[in-house]
Every structure is written in structure tokens, then in C-alpha cells.
């Protein structure tokens, strides 16, 4: 809702509105802190109609906040943006993430539009002072994007693709992230910078014939309609011919840049390619220029904003010595030093912005300029929620003040208006955009303000959730966005890639060649021939000495093959030997002797009394109402699988697997609310004390305005506070209880524990196992983890325990930039200045205690302006507590520590890590300390650095190369699997299980199981002997359908694994929609290729090993025919033969048939001789 009534209340403050227009040209107004600034910014940019203003903010989070803020209290027309900084330096080879890039363009095009519209309405930018001390092309505000229509032929598809080049846009064949597209035939994919979901523009000639959206994970077409869409460039900076004309020219000039000059030369928009805009696209100006002249400049504490450039300019040359030190001793890449390319000091600031007004709000008078002081009070009484606030409400209220509380969501709308009637205060609530006031009424609306303000003059008091409540609006506000899926699989068949070992069925372990076309015909039906693909795999070779062999396996039997993942390097299978028969036997052996053990613990779950808890009330609702943050798709689910398993009467078993930072937590949290609803108490186990109070500050945070008692056990609670908590669990008193392994101790007692949450579930040993295992009768569990070990991930890849993946990054988090290197103090330096220019903070990471503080001297002396802090195990409890506090609340900018970090920590602040003697860590361990940056907004660097005096091990070497690789987000599970591969599976699964692990792979090891587990259900049959299906037909995907290997591998996978015994029905239509959808519609191959698909399916369910096409008969082999069936066959094909004891048929097939008819004639024999069982019904 609107708060615009709030600034026309002020303006209507004579002394209030005379303050404004003595500050209209120029100077310092003094208001106290808190929301004013907000509402002063506001009020100043209504006084007249058409109005410019441009807000600066000493940070990006202050800048973010105050733009949600002015969005509630603007008028209705008046357009709010916000010009953020780069996430990276103007000098370094990195890109600014494409949504930065497109929000800054339409925040200075709308600047130099209003400059050119005398009928303009309002406009507010909201800028940072780093966004804007960094030059800029002044082309950019002027460049006018394209605008997508559907029906439109304005442009050819021709002319799309050569602007989306031009735009920066690159061109890929699978789209998955903001700035790129995808042309396949008359299908246009491309995703825009500001866009939730990528669009999907379908030509006819040069005609957009449809528009849709699309979802990342399967590249499906959403069912929204899409009539016009405006697509941004993807980058800064255009790829015109102009600049590739110059990039062209000057490749020789430069040799340390010829690489990127040529990309950009050949149109190829390139990382870091922004930090040659002074050399390619000429003059940069100071982004305030581009300002209409009757613009007005706010800034908000002119001493912050001040300081801030200042350190600004002076840091960025520190930053360059620093990395161009590094870049001579590492061989990277040095950053490109260009003076038209630095920082702006403040004073270069205020001269671009002059002759335009520049007014700063302070708190304070700082007597630099003439100012003047607005009669108002900081809303600062008693603690937040205590009573001296809902007293001063009231108090105010009687005395005919307007008081207004300022709510983010219905439900504390609701809240608020309970907690005053409990106090017989008079209130309404009221969302219309102009609310009347009531004398001695308190008004409750729905808006984003962080804080509250009281101007005694103008008789008005508003009171945020700050004072009521304790928590103030989040800078990043709740909305219904739905996000972009990120494109992630545990196992993705599209990493097959040369090399890699692969697992066939029948065959053994072989290792993958390629994809290949080859022109095959069946018997003697020489005169037709056809194309088909194969994967081609090598294996033993049969002669001692010799090449190895090859299998080629058709595309329509993929569901044959499985990634082979092991702890060492595979013998290849002799194709036909007994070796891998005997192998596999023996592994499905041992595997139906897990799968009964596995089977009675789900069983005995299945059978055990449990609590079903209540649909969710409507305090669950305010709770979710009140989430900061838009959930990603992958939370939603989750918490649907959540609450639906809690209010089964079936206690719970859950995994959630989710990369760090991924939203397991508010998972947690509200599931145990859901608990405390229904009278239940809630154990949240972690295995660390930081976690904990972690977790008490969330939970905290999050049940503020509810009735909800929070308590922590761990060793930071003395000893008189641990027994009042122990003593609240035994009488109920205590909802909640956030603690170590001391909750597994016998002292501690449940009066009626509901849920018990485990989180980072693989660092619990087997003792806390154990004791988990007594706590957990009867109780639902949820465990939570970020790399889930193997013996996790295979009792819920099994079906023994639910598992919910959240693979979904969170907006705004990028993939961490890794840098794997030898350690060299000059990289240390400008890793740790880079971080000091983006007011960000370092993880340095040493796991020594004995060396440690030698370690953080030296940090200190490399760079004299950090605030170095030092953390260990080692350290006095109170010490280590409020060295963490202090860090977390940013009195310290390197935090120089051991491995205690690993989890626990959420500092949203700090995004850089760097690893001291990276080779000794293991692989799950260097994941989980990566995954403590990268967490907000900016980009994340990891520096994984080793010794290089010190040989290093294979496996170490390995560890290092595979982190480097896998930086996507989300990677947590994949990293689980390598982990098993490198490490092997004995102290996970035992000795003899690993054993059989390592001779079939883990893929293949989970499907037996998997199959042996179904069995014991009685789930489903057991499986069948493989099918030969041999057709003289073209049924393939040609390469002018999908021109990508790894996408036409993609589809064949998926049709292959769609004629599994296990798929549902209609999952072939999906896959045939999916590629109708992606890739238009099927040509004649491809719908033979999926008639053939049709085909397999019906064979494999009616039990049929062989159906050939051998010369001119279709030989057949299945159960054995019936007389009446026997007759039939003699009946309606009368030169057919049947040989009852090999249970063969032979039928002649027509001389004319190939292609459709082919398979039509095929299926109709099958029909006849093998028609599909009729179901029985037991009651007849």
C-alpha cells in the first residue's frame, strides 16, 4: 500500500515545508536519523510537478533500503529507480552481472529522457556514492532497446540475432542464465537482464508468431502469455561496429589484452571485456552529468558519503599496485590500468552535478554549509516491544496526535491490531491510498518503512516494526517475482563428455568415445537404409596388446547406460567376459541383504504412532507473510513436503539438501513453528556453538512478534542459565531449544517433543547418532545438509527416507569466482584490498592454532588499514563469542581463523576467502568454507592457495581442480559424489559394501538397490531380460532439428529413460511436448524415432526379448502363444510360422512399408499375438 499521505501530512507543517524551501538550492537540512530521510526525500521531490531528484547513499545497502522505502511514499505516477555500483572494479577483467548492467541503463536513460520531456512525471534515483564515482559511456542512456511484439515483423529473425550481438547478448545453445540466447530453426530463446524467466519468441518467416516464458530446469514452456517484452542489453558496453573496428586495431598495440581485443573484434561479447571501455568507446563522463539541469541532488549524511569517496579513490590505487604485484609474480592477468577509467574524488562529484542543487540531511550541523534544523525527535523509546512504546502510543494518541503504525504484511497488521486492543488502545486499520484520521484512533496500514519518526510540531508520530517489534523492513521486500529456476542434477547427462567411465548393464564399466551417425540397414533389406546415432564406448581390448573394443550403443537405449562413480580409477570390462557378470552378481547379492535391513527400518517407521499436526493457522500465516525475501520454487515445495509429512499421523523422516545459503533454514523455521502451534516442542540440534547462536538470531528475529519462548544449549549459556533451560523443556515452558550434542545428554527432558531438526546432519558422529536414534521414537525428524553423505544420499535416492533438494540460488548470489594458485603475499593483498573497496569483509583461513597469530601479524603489516581479528577453537569461550559478534557486526574487516567458520557463520558482508595451504582440506570441507561467501549481493572470491615449495598429492591436487570446476551454485550434491569418488565409500557403507561399489559404480549400486528394495514391496515385477528391437526405419534426430551433441543426447535420454517399466504413463507425450516446445515441430525422423520409442515401451511390457525385421520377416520373440493365438496368427498373416519350442514367429513384411508404415505394421502384429493382460477385478 501507499504511504504518500505521510509526506503531504509533513508539507502541510508550515515550519516543516519552510525548512524544504530554504534547502530547495542548495545546503544541509538536520533531521534526526532514522526514517526522515525516506520522507524528506519524498516530500522535497513532490513540491512540484515533473520533478528530478537523485538520492545518495553512502553504501549499496543503505541505497537499496531507502529505494523500497521511497516506493511506499511517493505518489502515485512518480517512477522510483535505483543506479546501483558494479559488483566488480572498473579496472578488473570480471563482468558486472547483466540485471546490474540493465537496471543502471534504465536508471540513466530515464535521466536523460527527463531532460528532453517537459511533460515528464516525477522521477526518483537512488544511487550509491561508488555507483556514482565511476565513469561511464554517456551512449548508453541514449541507446533505446528493442521491444519484442507478438505479431510483429518489424525485424527479421536475422536482424534479432544481429542486435542481440551486438547488445552483448552471447550466444549459446542451452539458455540458462540473464544475457544469453539460443536460435534453433524458427525458435528464438533469449533471456533478458530484467527478466524472471527467459522468453521463448516462436517465428513464422520473419513473423512473432507466439511468446512465451520459460522455466531454466526442464525448458518448458510456461502457460503465461506474453504480449511485448523490452530487451536490455545484456552488458555495459555495445559491440558496434565502431568497437570492433577499434578492438580490431588495437590487438597489437596491447599483447596482454590480445586475446580479449580479438573476441571482441569477432563480436564475441567476453568476461571482463567492460574494463576496456576507455580504450574502445572513447570519452567517460561522471554519471551525474547526464542529471536534467533542474535536477536536485539529496545526500543522506553527507560525512558517511564523504568519508566513503574519499576512501574510494584512494583505495582503488592501492588495489592496482597491490594486483599488478600479483599478476607479475602469478601470471594471471594484470588489471588494466586507464586514469579515464578511475575513481571520481567527491569533489569531481559535486562539480559534474553543478549548478544543480546538492542538499545533504544530517543529523548533525557540520558547518560546512548553511542549514537548517527541522523540530523533530528520533522515535528511540525503551526496548522494541516493550511496554514504554505501546505506553507512548497510547499517551500520543489521547493527546490527539495522528499516529500511524507502519506494517509490512496483513498478518502483523492483524498482530498489531490484537496487541492494542489488548492494551484498550483505540485503532483501525485502513487501506485506501488517503485514510482519514480519527482524534485518539491509531491507524495500522500495510507499508515498507524502517523506522519510525515523530514530529511534534506537525502533531504526527509513525511507528515502524522496528520499535514495535524489534526487526526492521528488509532492503530486498517481499513480492510475488516468481524467480528463474537454476538448471541443476545431481547426475546430468548432459557432462558426458569424452573420457568419462560409463557403466552398461549388460556390459560393464567402459569409458565414453562420442556420438556418432551411421547409416545402418537390417538383414537383406539392403535397398533401405537408414541413419541412426550411436554412443560409441571403448572397452578391454580382447587381445593382449591390442585396440581396445568398441560397443556402439543406439540412443534408444541410453536407459542402459549410468555415470560410474568410484573412489579409484575402473578396469574396463571385457565385453562378453564373465568378469562383470560375476561382479554384478555378487553386488546384487549383498544388495538384497541391505535392502531387507532397509526395508524394516521404513517399515517399522510406517508402523510407528505419530503425531499429525493441524492445517496451518493463521499465525503461520503471518509468519510466512513476514519472510524478508521471495522464495525460490525449491522452498516452496520443500515447505509444502514438510508440512504435508507432518500432518500425516507417520512420524516424519526428512533430508532437505541444499548448498549453503540456499534457504534451508526458513525451512527450519517454519516447520517448527507449525509445531509450537499444536502445543509441541522443537529440538534444533547443530554441531557447533556458532551455529547455534547462528540460529537463536534467526529464530529470534523471525518469531519476535509471537508468543514463542526461544532458548539456547550450548557451551556460550553459564551454568545457572543452562539448568533454567533444561528446567523449562521438563515443564514445557521452553517452545523451542537451539542447541549442540548437550541436548543428546540424559539430563535434558522433553515434557512433549514434537520435531526434532539436524542440521549439517553429516557432522554428527556415531555416538550422537545413537542417542539421536532414542530421542527420535515417535517424534518427525527433518535433518538438513549442504553435502549430503553418500549413506544419506542413498537412503533417500532409495525411497527409505523423503528427500527435498533445494538447488535454486537465491536472487542476486552469483557463482563464486575460484582462483586455485600457489601463495604469494601480493595476491593476499589485492584479494584483501578488492574486498576493503566494496566495504566487504575477508575470510582468511589458516588451521594451525600455533602459527595463527604470526599469520594475522602479517596480514596486519601487508595492509595497515584492516581491522584484523583473530578465531580458534583454542580461545577462551567468552573471547571466541565476542570476537564472532564483533566480526558479525563489522568492527573487524579480516577475520584470520581456523576451520571453526565452516559453519555457522552467515555474514552476509564478508565475500572473500582465502585458504591458507588449500591441499591439506578435504573436498566437502573446501565447499562448506566457500559457501561462507558469496551470500549477498556482491560476487564472491575464493583463493584457494597451496604451497608451491611442497609437492602436492594427486588427491590433493584432484580436491583443488574439482572445486575450481564445479563453482555454479547448487553444486553441493555433485560435490558429495565426487567426494565419494575420491575418498571411496568404506567408513560411509562398510567395508563390504564400498567393496561392491567400487566394482559397479554408485549409480548403478543405487538402482540395485533401488530394484531389490521395490521387490521386497512388492512395488514392481523384477526387471526383464533386454530387449532387441531392429527396424529397417530413419528414426533418429537429425542435426537440423538440434545441431547441439549434448542436446540431442539430452532428448535421447530422455525418451529412453521414458520407456522404463518404472515411468509413469504419458511420459513419452511429455517428452515429445518438451520438444515440440523447444525445438518446433518434429520433423519425419524424429516422429518415427518416437513412434519406435512407443514401440520398445510396448514390448518391454508384454515381455517380448526380440522384434527384428531380418530381411523380408519381422521375427518376433515373447511368452509362448496360446493355440487360439497360434491360430489367429495363421488367420491374418497366412505365410507366417510360429516355432512353439524357441517361441519364435515369423511374419512376412510387405516389400512397400518403411518409416510409419513400418512401425504401424510392427505394433498391429504385436496387438494381435501379444495383446496387453486384462486386468482382473477382484470383486467380480
Not at 553 to 576: A, F, R
Not at 1135 to 1148: D, K, S
Request: hydrophobic share 40%.
Amino acid at each position: 500500500m501507499s504511504l504518500r499521505f505521510i509526506p503531504s501530512w509533513l508539507t502541510e507543517d508550515d515550519a516543516f515545508a519552510q525548512a524544504l524551501d530554504a534547502t530547495s538550492e542548495g545546503g544541509q537540512l538536520v533531521v534526526p536519523a532514522g526514517a526522515y530521510a525516506p520522507v524528506v526525500a519524498s516530500s522535497a521531490a513532490q513540491r512540484g510537478a515533473g520533478s528530478v531528484t537523485v538520492v545518495v547513499c553512502a553504501t549499496g545497502r543503505e541505497s537499496d533500503s531507502l529505494r523500497d522505502q521511497l516506493r511506499s511514499l511517493v505518489e502515485e505516477g512518480t517512477e522510483v529507480l535505483d543506479f546501483p555500483a558494479w559488483e566488480t572494479l572498473p579496472h578488473e577483467r570480471l563482468s558486472p552481472h547483466p540485471e546490474t548492467t540493465a537496471r543502471r541503463r534504465s536508471a540513466l536513460r530515464a535521466l536523460w529522457q527527463a531532460g528532453r520531456n517537459p511533460r515528464r512525471n516525477s522521477l526518483i534515483v537512488v544511487a550509491s556514492i561508488r555507483a556514482l564515482v565511476q565513469r561511464i559511456n554517456p551512449e548508453i542512456a541514449r541507446f533505446t532497446p528493442w521491444i519484442a511484439l507478438e505479431g510483429s515483423s518489424e525485424h527479421s529473425l536475422g536482424e534479432w540475432v544481429s542486435y542481440l550481438l551486438e547488445a552483448a547478448y552471447q550466444r549459446v545453445d542451452l539458455v540458462t542464465r540473464r544475457g544469453e540466447f539460443a536460435l534453433r530453426g524458427g525458435i528464438l530463446d533469449v533471456f533478458p537482464p530484467l527478466s524472471d524467466h527467459p522468453l521463448r519468441l516462436d517465428f513464422f518467416g520473419d513473423t512473432i508468431e507466439n511468446m512465451t516464458y520459460f522455466t531454466v530446469s526442464d525448458q518448458r514452456s510456461l502457460p503465461d502469455h506474453v504480449s511485448s517484452l523490452s530487451l536490455e542489453p545484456a552488458r555495459e558496453m555495445l559491440i558496434t561496429d565502431t568497437v570492433k573496428a577499434k578492438a580490431r586495431e588495437l590487438a597489437g598495440e596491447y599483447p596482454g589484452l590480445g586475446t580479449l581485443l580479438e573476441k571482441i573484434a569477432e563480436g564475441i561479447p567476453s568476461e571482463g571485456m567492460e574494463s576496456l571501455q576507455p580504450l574502445l568507446v572513447g570519452t567517460l563522463v561522471a554519471p551525474a552529468s547526464l542529471a536534467p539541469e533542474d535536477a536536485v541532488f539529496i545526500e543522506v549524511s553527507s560525512q558517511k558519503v564523504a568519508a566513503r569517496a574519499e576512501i574510494l579513490h584512494h583505495t582503488n590505487r592501492e588495489f592496482l599496485q597491490a594486483a599488478w604485484e600479483a599478476a607479475a609474480l602469478t601470471g594471471t592477468n594484470a588489471p588494466v590500468d586507464l586514469a579515464s577509467g578511475d575513481f571520481l574524488s567527491r569533489d569531481e562529484v559535486l562539480a559534474s552535478v553543478s549548478p544543480r542543487p546538492w542538499i545533504s540531511l544530517d543529523s548533525l550541523d557540520t558547518g560546512d554549509v548553511a542549514s537548517v534544523r527541522v523540530e523533530a525527535a528520533a522515535l528511540r523509546i525503551g526496548t522494541p516491544g516493550s511496554e514504554e512504546i505501546w505506553d507512548f502510543v497510547a499517551q500520543r494518541a489521547r493527546a490527539g496526535d495522528r499516529v500511524v503504525c507502519v506494517m509490512a504484511g496483513h498478518g502483523l497488521i492483524e498482530r498489531t491490531g490484537d496487541l492494542l486492543g489488548e492494551r484498550d488502545i483505540p485503532h483501525r486499520s485502513d487501506d485506501s491510498p488517503n485514510p482519514s484520521m480519527t482524534p485518539g484512533v491509531v491507524l495500522i496500514v500495510q507499508g515498507a518503512l524502517a523506522e519510525g519518526l515523530w514530529l511534534p510540531g506537525a502533531g504526527l508520530v509513525v511507528v515502524s516494526e522496528k520499535e514495535l517489534f524489534g526487526k526492521a523492513v528488509s532492503a530486498s521486500p517481499r513480492s510475488n517475482r516468481t524467480l528463474a529456476t537454476k538448471r541443476t542434477r545431481v547426475v546430468d547427462p548432459l557432462q558426458l563428455s569424452a573420457g568419462d567411465y560409463v557403466v552398461h548393464d549388460t556390459h560393464g564399466v567402459g569409458k565414453f568415445v562420442e556420438l556418432v551417425s551411421r547409416e545402418v540397414s537390417t538383414g537383406g533389406r539392403d535397398a533401405i537404409k537408414s541413419l541412426r546415432e550411436f554412443v560409441v564406448m571403448d572397452y578391454a581390448p580382447s587381445k593382449r596388446g591390442g585396440p581396445p573394443d568398441r560397443l556402439s550403443v543406439p540412443t534408444d537405449q541410453l536407459h542402459l547406460l549410468s555415470h560410474y562413480v568410484g573412489s579409484d580409477q575402473p578396469t574396463l570390462s571385457k565385453m562378453g567376459g564373465s568378469d562383470w557378470a560375476a561382479t554384478k552378481g555378487k553386488a546384487r547379492k549383498a544388495v538384497r541383504e541391505l535392502a531387507v535391513d532397509l526395508v524394516k527400518l521404513y517399515s517399522a517407521r510406517m508402523s510407528a504412532p505419530g503425531f499429525a499436526f493441524s492445517p496451518d493457522t493463521p499465525w503461520q500465516r503471518e509468519l510466512e507473510e513476514a519472510f524478508p525475501f521471495v522464495e525460490t520454487p525449491d522452498q516452496l515445495t520443500t515447505i509444502d513436503e514438510v508440512k504435508a509429512d507432518m500432518e500425516r499421523p507417520i512420524p516424519m523422516d526428512r533430508l532437505i539438501a541444499g548448498d549453503v545459503g540456499f534457504g534451508k533454514t526458513e525451512v527450519a523455521v517454519r516447520a517448527a513453528f507449525k509445531a509450537v502451534q499444536d502445543g509441541k516442542q522443537v529440538a534444533l540440534i547443530a554441531p557447533t556453538t556458532l551455529l547455534v547462536k547462528q540460529h537463536m538470531e534467526t529464530f529470534q528475529e523471525r518469531y519476535a512478534p509471537f508468543p514463542v519462548v526461544v532458548r539456547a544449549l550450548s557451551r556460550f549459556q553459564s551454568e545457572g542459565e543452562a539448568k533454567a533451560v533444561i528446567a523449562g523443556l521438563a515443564e514445557g515452558s521452553v517452545d523451542v531449544v537451539i542447541g549442540t550434542h548437550r541436548l543428546l545428554s540424559k539430563s535434558v527432558a522433553f515434557k512433549d517433543l514434537g520435531l526434532i531438526i539436524i542440521d549439517e546432519e553429516q557432522r554428527f558422529g556415531v555416538e550422537h547418532k545413537d542417542s539421536l536414534k532414542a530421542l527420535k521414537t515417535n517424534v518427525d525428524v527433518l535433518a538438513m545438509s549442504a553435502t549430503p553423505i553418500p549413506r544419506t544420499l542413498e537412503m533417500a535416492v532409495t525411497g527409505i527416507r523423503e528427500m527435498s533438494t533445494l538447488a535454486t540460488p537465491p536472487e542476486q548470489r552469483h557463482p563464486i569466482l575460484t582462483f586455485v594458485g600457489p601463495y604469494h603475499e601480493a595476491q593476499v593483498v589485492a584479494a584483501i584490498r578488492r574486498e576493503l573497496l566494496r566495504e566487504g569483509q575477508v575470510f582468511f583461513v589458516h588451521n594451525r592454532v600455533s602459527s595463527i597469530n604470526k599469520v594475522a601479524a602479517r596480514v596486519a603489516e601487508l595492509v595497515p588499514e584492516a581491522r584484523v581479528a583473530i578465531a580458534h577453537g583454542q580461545m577462551p569461550e567468552s573471547e571466541l563469542e565476542a570476537t564472532m559478534v564483533d566480526f558479525w557486526e563489522r568492527r573487524f574487516d579480516v577475520l584470520v581463523s581456523t576451520t571453526i567458520i565452516e559453519t555457522g557463520l552467515d555474514v552476509t558482508n564478508a565475500n572473500t576467502l582465502i585458504i591458507d595451504r588449500a591441499e591439506k582440506y578435504g573436498l566437502s570441507q573446501l565447499h562448506q568454507l566457500r559457501g561462507r561467501v558469496g551470500r549477498g549481493r556482491e560476487r564472491g572470491y575464493a583463493y584457494l592457495l597451496y604451497d608451491q615449495d611442497l609437492p602436492m598429492g594427486e588427491n590433493a591436487h584432484d580436491r583443488l581442480a574439482t572445486l575450481a570446476a564445479t563453482t555454479d551454485l547448487g553444486g553441493g550434491t555433485r560435490i558429495a559424489l565426487k567426494d565419494l569418488e575420491m575418498r571411496g565409500a568404506g567408513n560411509l557403507l562398510g567395508a563390504e559394501q564400498a567393496g561392491h561399489i567400487q566394482g559397479v559404480g554408485f549409480d548403478l549400486y543405487l538402482r540395485m538397490v533401488g530394484e531389490a528394495i521395490a521387490t521386497f514391496r512388492d512395488d514392481v515385477a523384477p526387471g526383464q531380460s533386454e530387449l532387441r528391437l531392429e527396424l529397417p526405419v530413419d528414426a533418429r534426430i537429425p542435426l537440423d532439428y538440434i545441431d547441439s551433441e549434448r542436446l540431442r543426447l539430452e532428448m535421447y535420454q530422455k525418451l529412453s529413460g521414458a520407456v522404463a517399466p518404472s515411468s509413469p504413463e504419458g511420459a513419452i507425450d511429455d517428452v515429445v511436448e518438451e520438444m515440440r516446445d523447444r525445438y518446433g515441430e518434429l520433423p519425419g525422423a524424429v516422429t518415427t524415432l518416437v513412434l519406435v520409442t512407443r514401440l520398445r515401451r510396448t514390448a518391454m511390457t508384454r515381455g517380448l526379448s526380440d522384434v527384428i525385421v531380418m530381411g523380408n520377416k519381422l521375427r518376433v520373440v515373447g511368452p509362448p502363444l496360446p493355440d487360439s493365438l497360434q491360430v489367429r496368427l495363421t488367420r491374418v498373416y497366412p505365410r507366417a510360422t510360429y516355432m512353439a519350442p524357441a517361441r519364435v514367429a515369423l511374419i512376412p513384411v510387405p516389400e512397400d512399408y518403411t518409416d510409419v508404415a513400418m512401425v504401424t505394421f510392427v505394433e498391429g502384429v504385436l496387438d494381435a499375438l501379444y495383446p496387453p493382460p486384462v486386468e482382473v477385478n477382484p470383486a467380480d
